[in-house]
């Protein structure tokens, strides 16, 4: 993923002989009206001079790059240069443009990495919780508090099922009379209000109440 195209980047090397350059940004930040009143990172601008605070400083915006995030917020990029010598700022020669694009899309594909993870974790969790909550209360008081009693010795145990082992049983209990030796008057109505990501929450939690 390119932050900026060829043409911008062949641009500012051709710049950077006669004027000085900078690369700031901003990541999630929720409005794209106050974004130029907002200290910026990175560069010169260090989170204490915002676009309008470089612009008042001999800088102008060169290129922007405007990226929306998954949470609604968005990601700031921006590539300034002043043709003038600027004692209010210390250029970093040290780091190339191109470095300096490396160094940022790095950092955010980072944090993008770590907010997928986090939700990851998030969402096991979630399905681990509801799936206890369900098992407790329909499932606990004929399969054993951990899934592991054969209900009325018609079943096999259920934390020794797969979630489409018990997906299957549940279908056949909800639409094939007498399936269960007699016991489907107990399991149809539980199994006609159970939906297929309740059986894979139940699963988890199951799960990962008996792991070894």
């Avoid at 609604?72 to 210390?90: D, V």
């Avoid at 993870?117 to 499932?139: A, R």
């Avoid at 209900?151 to 909800?174: G, H």
Wanted: positive net charge.
């Amino acid at each position: 993923m390119k932050l900026l195209s060829s043409i911008t980047l062949t641009l500012l090397a051709t710049t950077l002989s006669y004027a000085q350059t900078t690369m700031c940004f901003k990541e999630n930040h929720n409005s794209m009206a106050t974004i130029e009143a907002t200290n910026l990172n990175g560069g010169e601008c260090k989170n204490k001079y915002s676009i309008k605070d470089m612009k008042k400083n001999g800088w102008i915006v060169d290129d922007i790059k405007i990226t929306p995030t998954t949470t609604g917020t968005y990601n700031f990029i921006y590539i300034l240069k002043t043709k003038e010598s600027n004692s209010n700022f210390a250029i970093n020669s040290t780091l190339t443009n191109k470095q300096l694009e490396e160094k940022i899309l790095k950092r955010l594909e980072e944090k993008e990495i770590k907010e997928k993870k986090e939700k990851e974790i998030k969402k096991t969790l979630d399905s681990k919780l509801n799936g206890k909550k369900i098992y407790v209360n329909k499932c606990q008081s004929c399969h054993g508090k951990e899934g592991e009693i054969s209900a009325y010795n018609v079943s096999k145990p259920l934390k020794d099922m797969s979630s489409e082992d018990i997906s299957y049983a549940i279908n056949r209990y909800t639409n094939e009379a007498g399936y269960g030796n007699g016991y489907d008057i107990i399991m149809r109505p539980i199994a006609a209000n159970v939906r297929s990501q309740e059986v894979k929450d139940i699963k988890a939690y199951l799960d990962s109440i008996n792991k070894k």
